[in-house]
């Protein structure tokens, strides 16, 4: 009878059913902005417009996305500096197109310092954008970093890591991995606060950087014979809620158990992205074969 009245229940249930279908607008493209600037480097800004929620990506549409011709301002508090446009010719006859220091006029240019705050002023197609960053001082440090074979695994390995995290609240950073002549690639879980491990010195793992564009099946290890290199930044709030909120929507994405977050941007006038100060330290390890 049990089963019987289950089974009823069930029928029931899926009879009422009501599908429903949602029209989705297309929205108009938005300005995508990724700049940065690091200590002892210039400043970096890529420039595109965000695509349709349902195209299907190809190299031909990512190509047709960057934007040029802005007139980018950065400012320092001391000086303003425009930034040039450059292109980088990539395979398949595609470029890759950033703004930077303009080579032809060094005496405004400037690079990334410890505990300054930087202006970028943005202008294209008749709108403006601003945004602020600060590099902090980066205090939390590196104590030592070394590797162990993993158990029952003779090529597989674990990187570890020593870091003292300084007193006070607020020290946010965010850790990218190099292996042998691949880029640096940030974590699946990239940036962390200090919440829980404020002024304490601790041990952790770290996992290598992923890269987003490819397949992530097999990037989680480190290997016996790689040279890494980890590179860990302080950042500032607005630069760790960023990506803490990308990061999370990455995660979230084909779940549909997740609840929704919009993702939290520091540039004005609705464009999406970020403008971060980086403070980056390096550690190198060499795991022998």
Same mark, same amino acid.
């Given at each position: 009878?049990?089963?019987?009245?289950?089974?009823?229940?069930?029928?029931?249930?899926?009879?009422?059913?009501? @599908?429903?279908?949602?029209?989705?607008?297309?929205? $108009?493209?938005?300005?995508?902005?990724? @700049?940065? *600037?690091?200590?002892?480097?210039?400043?970096?800004?890529?420039?595109?417009? !965000?695509?349709?929620?349902?195209?299907?990506?190809?190299?031909?549409? &990512?190509?047709?996305?960057?934007?040029?011709?802005?007139?980018?301002?950065?400012?320092?508090?001391?000086?303003?500096?425009?930034?040039?446009?450059?292109?980088? $010719? &990539?395979?398949?006859?595609?470029?890759?197109?950033?703004?930077?220091?303009?080579?032809?006029? /060094?005496?405004?240019?400037?690079?990334?310092?410890?505990?300054?705050?930087?202006?970028?002023?943005?202008?294209?197609?008749?709108?403006?954008?601003? @945004?602020?960053?600060?590099?902090?001082?980066?205090?939390? %440090?590196?104590?030592? *970093?070394?590797? =162990?074979?993993?158990?029952?695994?003779?090529?597989?390995? !674990?990187? &570890?890591?020593?870091?003292?995290?300084?007193?006070?609240?607020?020290?946010?950073? %965010?850790?990218?991995?190099?292996?042998?002549?691949?880029?640096?690639?940030?974590?699946?879980?990239?940036?962390?606060?200090?919440?829980?491990?404020?002024?304490?010195?601790?041990?952790?793992?770290?996992?290598?950087?992923?890269? %987003?564009?490819?397949?992530?099946?097999?990037?989680?290890?480190?290997?016996?014979?790689?040279?890494?290199?980890?590179?860990?930044?302080?950042?500032? =709030? $607005?630069?760790?809620? /960023?990506?803490?909120?990308?990061?999370?929507?990455? @995660?979230?994405?084909?779940?549909?158990? !997740?609840?929704?977050?919009?993702? *939290?941007?520091?540039?004005?006038?609705?464009?999406?992205?970020? /403008?971060?100060?980086?403070?980056?330290?390096? %550690?190198?390890? *060499?795991?022998?074969?």
């Amino acid at each position: 009878m049990r089963c019987f009245l289950a089974s009823l229940l069930l029928v029931l249930l899926f009879g009422c059913e009501k @599908a429903v279908d949602f029209k989705l607008d297309a929205a $108009p493209p938005g300005l995508v902005v990724e @700049a940065t *600037i690091d200590v002892g480097q210039s400043p970096r800004v890529v420039l595109s417009k !965000s695509l349709n929620y349902f195209s299907k990506i190809t190299p031909e549409l &990512l190509a047709e996305s960057f934007v040029h011709n802005a007139v980018i301002k950065i400012s320092n508090g001391t000086s303003t500096h425009v930034l040039k446009e450059y292109k980088i $010719p &990539l395979t398949g006859n595609y470029n890759l197109y950033f703004y930077s220091t303009d080579s032809s006029n /060094f005496s405004t240019a400037f690079v990334g310092e410890l505990g300054k705050s930087y202006t970028m002023t943005l202008q294209h197609e008749a709108k403006e954008y601003k @945004a602020t960053t600060t590099i902090p001082v980066q205090n939390k %440090r590196i104590d030592s *970093i070394w590797w =162990k074979p993993r158990p029952g695994d003779t090529s597989e390995v !674990s990187v &570890l890591l020593k870091v003292t995290d300084p007193k006070g609240f607020g020290n946010y950073v %965010r850790y990218f991995t190099k292996k042998n002549r691949e880029p640096f690639l940030p974590g699946f879980t990239s940036v962390y606060d200090d919440l829980v491990i404020e002024g304490t010195t601790y041990e952790l793992e770290v996992e290598p950087g992923v890269d %987003r564009n490819g397949t992530l099946k097999g990037e989680r290890s480190f290997m016996r014979g790689d040279t890494v290199v980890l590179q860990i930044s302080g950042i500032d =709030k $607005p630069s760790y809620d /960023f990506w803490r909120t990308m990061e999370y929507t990455y @995660a979230s994405v084909g779940n549909p158990f !997740s609840s929704p977050i919009k993702v *939290i941007s520091n540039i004005s006038n609705g464009a999406l992205g970020y /403008f971060g100060g980086y403070a980056s330290q390096y %550690r190198t390890i *060499i795991i022998p074969r």
